[in-house]
Protein backbone atom coordinates (compact mmCIF):
# COMPACT_ATOMS: atom_id res chain seq x y z
CA UNK A 1 0.00 0.00 0.00
CA UNK A 2 1.19 3.52 -0.57
CA UNK A 3 -0.41 6.43 0.84
CA UNK A 4 -0.17 9.96 -1.26
CA UNK A 5 0.44 12.64 1.55
CA UNK A 6 0.49 15.84 2.16
CA UNK A 7 2.02 16.92 5.52
CA UNK A 8 0.02 20.44 6.59
CA UNK A 9 -3.37 18.52 5.26
CA UNK A 10 -5.94 18.24 7.88
CA UNK A 11 -7.34 15.03 6.17
CA UNK A 12 -3.75 13.28 5.23
CA UNK A 13 -3.12 14.07 9.28
CA UNK A 14 -5.79 11.74 10.57
CA UNK A 15 -4.69 8.90 8.17
CA UNK A 16 -1.27 9.24 9.54
CA UNK A 17 -2.68 9.18 13.09
CA UNK A 18 -5.13 6.07 12.56
CA UNK A 19 -1.95 4.65 11.23
CA UNK A 20 0.61 5.68 14.20
CA UNK A 21 -2.09 4.83 16.89
CA UNK A 22 -2.46 1.21 14.89
CA UNK A 23 1.18 0.21 14.82
CA UNK A 24 0.99 0.40 11.41
CA UNK A 25 3.93 1.40 8.79
CA UNK A 26 2.94 2.10 5.12
CA UNK A 27 5.13 3.69 2.13
CA UNK A 28 4.51 7.16 1.57
CA UNK A 29 4.61 9.61 -1.12
CA UNK A 30 4.64 13.37 0.22
CA UNK A 31 2.16 15.05 -2.83
CA UNK A 32 3.75 18.68 -3.94
CA UNK A 33 0.06 20.65 -3.57
CA UNK A 34 1.67 24.07 -3.38
CA UNK A 35 3.08 23.01 -6.75
CA UNK A 36 -0.62 22.26 -7.67
CA UNK A 37 0.72 18.37 -8.40
CA UNK A 38 -2.84 17.32 -7.08
CA UNK A 39 -3.82 18.89 -9.96
CA UNK A 40 -1.37 17.10 -12.55
CA UNK A 41 -3.22 14.42 -15.27
CA UNK A 42 -1.31 12.05 -13.37
CA UNK A 43 -2.60 12.60 -10.00
CA UNK A 44 -6.10 12.83 -11.47
CA UNK A 45 -5.76 9.16 -12.38
CA UNK A 46 -5.50 8.39 -8.52
CA UNK A 47 -8.35 10.80 -7.54
CA UNK A 48 -10.47 12.31 -10.33
CA UNK A 49 -11.03 15.16 -7.58
CA UNK A 50 -7.62 16.22 -7.24
CA UNK A 51 -7.43 15.76 -3.14
CA UNK A 52 -5.93 14.16 -0.74
CA UNK A 53 -5.11 11.48 0.60
CA UNK A 54 -5.38 8.49 -1.53
CA UNK A 55 -4.31 5.01 -0.47
CA UNK A 56 -3.16 3.18 -3.13
CA UNK A 57 -3.28 -1.13 -3.18
CA UNK A 58 -0.93 -3.01 -4.24
CA UNK A 59 -3.01 -4.31 -6.98
CA UNK A 60 -3.11 -0.38 -8.38
CA UNK A 61 -7.04 0.44 -7.07
CA UNK A 62 -7.40 3.09 -4.78
CA UNK A 63 -9.30 4.56 -2.44
CA UNK A 64 -9.91 8.21 -1.27
CA UNK A 65 -11.37 10.58 1.39
CA UNK A 66 -10.09 10.06 5.16
CA UNK A 67 -13.00 8.11 6.46
CA UNK A 68 -13.09 5.78 4.30
CA UNK A 69 -9.32 5.21 3.93
CA UNK A 70 -9.53 4.66 7.41
CA UNK A 71 -12.21 2.55 7.65
CA UNK A 72 -10.07 0.23 5.41
CA UNK A 73 -7.24 0.34 7.65
CA UNK A 74 -9.39 -0.92 10.09
CA UNK A 75 -9.75 -4.07 8.42
CA UNK A 76 -6.54 -4.82 7.62
CA UNK A 77 -5.17 -3.52 11.02
CA UNK A 78 -7.91 -4.35 13.70
CA UNK A 79 -5.69 -3.80 16.72
CA UNK A 80 -6.12 -1.95 18.86
CA UNK A 81 -10.21 -0.97 18.00
CA UNK A 82 -10.58 2.95 16.97
CA UNK A 83 -14.08 2.02 14.89
CA UNK A 84 -16.00 -0.02 17.54
CA UNK A 85 -15.84 -4.10 18.13
CA UNK A 86 -19.95 -4.66 18.08
CA UNK A 87 -22.08 -3.01 16.00
CA UNK A 88 -23.43 -1.23 18.44
CA UNK A 89 -20.33 0.38 19.19
CA UNK A 90 -19.41 1.13 15.89
CA UNK A 91 -22.37 2.82 15.48
CA UNK A 92 -22.07 5.03 18.35
CA UNK A 93 -18.67 5.81 16.77
CA UNK A 94 -19.62 6.03 13.49
CA UNK A 95 -22.49 8.68 15.27
CA UNK A 96 -19.43 10.65 17.01
CA UNK A 97 -17.50 11.30 13.85
CA UNK A 98 -19.88 12.23 11.66
CA UNK A 99 -20.62 15.06 14.40
CA UNK A 100 -17.17 15.86 14.28
CA UNK A 101 -17.02 15.42 10.49
CA UNK A 102 -20.30 17.95 10.06
CA UNK A 103 -20.36 20.25 12.88
CA UNK A 104 -16.68 20.79 13.52
CA UNK A 105 -14.02 19.81 10.69
CA UNK A 106 -16.31 21.61 8.30
CA UNK A 107 -16.83 24.84 9.48
CA UNK A 108 -12.79 24.70 10.57
CA UNK A 109 -11.94 24.17 7.41
CA UNK A 110 -14.17 26.60 5.98
CA UNK A 111 -12.73 29.68 7.79
CA UNK A 112 -8.83 28.08 6.33
CA UNK A 113 -10.49 27.77 2.60
CA UNK A 114 -11.71 31.85 2.88
CA UNK A 115 -9.45 33.00 4.57
CA UNK A 116 -5.64 31.43 4.35
CA UNK A 117 -3.38 32.93 2.08
CA UNK A 118 -3.02 29.17 0.53
CA UNK A 119 -6.25 29.25 -1.17
CA UNK A 120 -5.74 33.25 -2.47
CA UNK A 121 -6.20 33.20 -6.36
CA UNK A 122 -7.08 29.16 -6.06
CA UNK A 123 -11.37 29.88 -4.99
CA UNK A 124 -13.35 32.47 -4.78
CA UNK A 125 -12.56 33.73 -0.93
CA UNK A 126 -15.96 34.98 0.56
CA UNK A 127 -15.01 36.53 4.09
CA UNK A 128 -18.92 36.40 5.65
CA UNK A 129 -18.60 32.65 5.07
CA UNK A 130 -15.66 32.89 6.44
CA UNK A 131 -17.02 34.97 9.42
CA UNK A 132 -20.14 32.51 9.61
CA UNK A 133 -18.30 28.69 9.74
CA UNK A 134 -16.29 30.69 12.61
CA UNK A 135 -19.01 31.29 14.47
CA UNK A 136 -20.57 27.79 13.65
CA UNK A 137 -17.22 26.03 15.29
CA UNK A 138 -17.29 28.05 18.46
CA UNK A 139 -21.07 26.95 18.95
CA UNK A 140 -19.61 23.53 18.54
CA UNK A 141 -16.91 24.13 20.64
CA UNK A 142 -19.19 25.06 23.48
CA UNK A 143 -21.16 22.12 22.96
CA UNK A 144 -18.57 19.89 22.98
CA UNK A 145 -17.58 20.95 26.30
CA UNK A 146 -20.67 20.23 27.88
CA UNK A 147 -20.59 16.83 25.95
CA UNK A 148 -17.01 16.07 27.86
CA UNK A 149 -18.01 16.85 31.64
CA UNK A 150 -18.32 13.21 32.22
CA UNK A 151 -16.24 11.07 29.87
CA UNK A 152 -12.87 10.80 28.69
CA UNK A 153 -13.20 11.03 25.16
CA UNK A 154 -15.41 12.05 22.25
CA UNK A 155 -17.38 8.67 22.35
CA UNK A 156 -16.82 7.68 25.66
CA UNK A 157 -13.84 5.73 27.51
CA UNK A 158 -11.74 5.42 25.08
CA UNK A 159 -9.62 7.17 22.32
CA UNK A 160 -11.42 6.91 18.73
CA UNK A 161 -12.02 8.04 15.05
CA UNK A 162 -13.73 10.91 16.55
CA UNK A 163 -11.29 12.01 18.91
CA UNK A 164 -9.12 12.25 16.07
CA UNK A 165 -11.37 13.92 13.46
CA UNK A 166 -12.20 16.49 16.03
CA UNK A 167 -8.32 16.61 17.19
CA UNK A 168 -7.02 17.32 13.19
CA UNK A 169 -9.80 20.03 13.02
CA UNK A 170 -8.52 21.90 15.98
CA UNK A 171 -5.10 21.70 14.87
CA UNK A 172 -6.61 23.61 11.85
CA UNK A 173 -7.99 25.83 13.89
CA UNK A 174 -5.09 27.15 15.41
CA UNK A 175 -3.62 28.29 12.08
CA UNK A 176 -6.96 30.62 11.51
CA UNK A 177 -7.35 31.69 15.04
CA UNK A 178 -9.73 29.10 15.88
CA UNK A 179 -8.32 28.23 19.47
CA UNK A 180 -10.16 26.60 22.39
CA UNK A 181 -11.49 29.61 24.26
CA UNK A 182 -10.82 29.91 27.99
CA UNK A 183 -13.78 28.89 29.34
CA UNK A 184 -14.23 25.59 27.86
CA UNK A 185 -12.29 23.67 30.48
CA UNK A 186 -13.36 20.08 29.60
CA UNK A 187 -12.66 20.65 25.98
CA UNK A 188 -9.34 21.84 26.98
CA UNK A 189 -8.81 19.20 29.26
CA UNK A 190 -9.68 16.67 26.33
CA UNK A 191 -7.36 18.34 23.29
CA UNK A 192 -4.33 18.56 25.89
CA UNK A 193 -4.48 14.98 26.40
CA UNK A 194 -5.10 14.08 22.58
CA UNK A 195 -2.25 16.59 21.80
CA UNK A 196 0.04 14.35 24.27
CA UNK A 197 -0.54 10.95 22.52
CA UNK A 198 2.67 9.99 20.79
CA UNK A 199 0.91 10.05 17.90
CA UNK A 200 -0.28 13.17 17.76
CA UNK A 201 2.82 14.40 15.58
CA UNK A 202 2.38 11.75 13.06
Known amino acids: MILHDLTPGMHPRRVRIFLAEKGAVI????????????ASPEFRTLNVLG?????????????????AICRYLESVFPEPSLMGRSPRE?????????????????????VFLHTSAFYRG??????????WARSRALQTMAWLDRELADRAYIAGADYTMADIVAQCALVLGKAVGLRVPAE???????????????????
Open 51 to 67: KLPVLELDDGSTITESL
Open 27 to 38: ERREVDAAAGAN
Open 184 to 202: LPNLARWFAAVSARPTARA
Open 122 to 131: RVEQVPEVAD
Open 90 to 110: AARIDMWTLRMEYELSRPVAE
